[in-house]
Nanobody
């Protein structure tokens, strides 16, 4: 059975850090592009970061470059999103998703983030 379980969200003060986890079961993350997305109330969903299958080329939205880092632990079949220097505008529900075709993140992003399988998300709130 395919399953994504996101964890690590919570309340953090501006300037703080969180690490989100996306643990997969039923398939091997290493084969596919895995993206992190966020959606704030009243806003469209945004592709935040992505790691391609295989060699793991990464992609970051301009809004998070230099602050967020995506990584993959193949042994634990988990993708992480390390978020540093958090800002109130980072507040959102963060979800991970997989794209089955094997395309790189750059290609998937250029095609409008047509992902195939989604997790339920974890809430991140940045507030003092």
């Amino acid at each position: 059975q395919l399953q994504f379980v996101e964890s690590g969200g919570g309340l953090v003060q501006p300037g703080g850090s969180l690490r989100l986890s996306c643990a997969a079961s039923g398939f091997t993350l290493d084969y596919y592009a895995i993206g992190w997305f966020r959606q704030a109330p009243g806003k469209e969903r945004e592709g935040v970061s992505c790691i391609s299958g295989g060699e793991g080329a990464t992609y970051y939205a301009d809004s998070v470059k230099g602050r967020f880092t995506i990584s993959r632990d193949n042994a634990n079949n988990t993708v992480y999103l390390q978020m540093n220097s958090l800002k109130p505008e980072d507040t959102a529900v963060y979800s991970c998703a997989a794209e089955w075709s094997g395309r790189t993140c750059t290609v998937v992003a250029a095609s409008g983030w047509a992902m195939d399988y989604w997790g339920k998300g974890t809430l991140v709130t940045v507030s003092s």
